[in-house]
């Protein structure tokens, strides 16, 4: 990489990709991010899955002015009670199964994800962990192993020890779960897969067999979650009850957060033998729950008809387009098909590069690069819903030149 002509490494930041959008953002508001050189740039994407309610909304600003009135951080996670974490857990944990009754917020969702894997190894006295083929869970060592994509990893092993992957949607392969195994940890829409919706027999299946062998089951809920796929949480749709969920990205509301939800009794055994067993400094900071007070807030509000009769137009206009292969959807979380990887960096580009005119912002998966990610924010206005699409259609009309 060009540490001289990167835009990142040039101003002294650490660089993710040799070819970034390199956008320069001046501000954002609602579907809109606005460009230092005056561009408008539709967000179809809500920064990967994170301004599911649009940018600056009004009432997760309130709420995060509110507790900037009050204070920001005081002390580390777990000594002080502080009104914004108790307000945050109680408004989560109304969304979720009654036996879920205990929160642990962290940063982010990787950080979720490790306390769960933790967590597991506690309350089974186990270490096996298995993930899913196709799973994507973060970029830490714990979540980076439960996770898939070889050519990711390898650069970076050794990573945790006694890790499978069981068969996506496969219910023969369930047998190798046993008694051996500490956790299985799925996502229930997969998102870096490539918006890949499991059979819901599979995943309930895959909860009986759990049970049935004292294996926790972890939900990763940190993509699919907080109204993506059309409804809160996207285990809703299958009325699904697992043991723990991990969640991020949109629950702050643009803020960074991430948390746990287990039963109160697993939660406790973190806190001994050792005492401090998983500590942090700023999980659960005031400023990240007052973001997602104001998120759950607003995702209380949606009309899930309404949000479905939408996306359900979107993916039927989207469908119709000669460049479009297939596409994968469920809810506002949408993964199209193009005829090549090629074609998805063409159509990313197009999208950002229309002169003086409103773009448009697509991106792609990391382990499916034949499709393009779309997941537009659930608070559009019906004409925004109209002009983002209409951009995101002129886009792919100039894979057709
Ligand atoms: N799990 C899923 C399903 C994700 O999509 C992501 C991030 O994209 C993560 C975990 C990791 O979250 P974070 O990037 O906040 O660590």
Same mark, same amino acid.
């Given at each position: 990489m060009n540490v001289d002509t990167n835009p990142f490494l040039r101003r002294g930041l650490a660089s993710?990709?040799?070819?970034? %959008?390199g956008l320069e953002v001046a501000r954002a508001e609602g579907p809109w991010i606005v460009t230092t050189d005056g561009r408008r740039v539709f967000d179809a994407i809500s920064g990967i899955g994170v301004s599911n309610f649009g940018h600056q909304h009004p009432a997760i600003l309130a709420s995060l002015r509110a507790q900037l009135d009050k204070h920001l951080h005081v002390m580390v996670y777990g000594e002080c009670l502080q009104d914004a974490q108790t307000r945050a857990a109680e408004a989560l944990l109304r969304t %979720?199964?009654?036996?879920?009754d205990g929160v642990y917020f962290v940063n982010s969702g990787a950080e979720a994800v490790e306390a769960a894997l933790k967590l597991a190894k506690r309350a089974t006295g186990r270490s096996r962990l298995m993930g899913v083929q196709g799973g994507y869970h973060g970029n830490t060592h714990g979540a980076l192993s439960v996770s898939s994509n070889e050519w990711r990893k390898a650069r970076y092993r050794p990573l945790l020890p006694e890790v499978d992957a069981l068969a996506w949607n496969d219910v023969e392969d369930l047998t190798r779960v046993d008694d051996t195994v500490a956790a299985v940890i799925v996502e229930p829409v997969q998102g870096d897969a490539g918006v890949r919706v499991p059979d819901p027999e599979w995943l309930r299946a895959l909860r009986n067999v759990c049970t049935e062998h004292g294996a926790l089951l972890i939900l990763d809920e940190i993509q699919c979650g907080m109204g993506r796929t059309g409804r809160p949480w996207a285990m809703d749709h299958v009325g699904l009850v697992p043991d723990a969920v991990c969640m991020g990205k949109a629950l702050g509301g643009g803020m960074p957060i991430g948390a746990l939800a287990a039963s109160r009794e697993h939660l406790a055994l973190l806190g001994h033998r050792p005492t401090l067993g998983h500590i942090t400094t700023f999980g659960g900071h005031p400023l990240a729950c007052a973001g997602a007070c104001g998120a759950l807030e607003v995702m209380a509000t949606l009309d899930w008809e309404a949000l479905e009769r939408r996306h359900a137009s979107w993916e039927r206009a989207l469908q119709h387009?000669?460049?479009?292969?297939a596409v994968r959807r469920q809810g506002a979380f949408f993964a199209v098909e193009l005829d090549s990887a090629e074609s998805v960096a063409r159509a990313v580009h197009a999208g950002v590069g229309v002169g003086a005119e409103n773009a448009v912002l697509l991106f792609w998966f990391l382990s499916v690069p034949h499709a393009f990610r779309l997941a537009p924010p659930l608070t559009l206005t019906d004409d925004e819903a109209h002009e983002g699409l209409r951009l995101i259609l002129r886009t792919l009309d100039q894979l057709l030149d």
């Open positions: 993710t990709t040799p070819s970034p %959008l %979720l199964p009654p036996s879920l387009h000669p460049a479009v292969g």
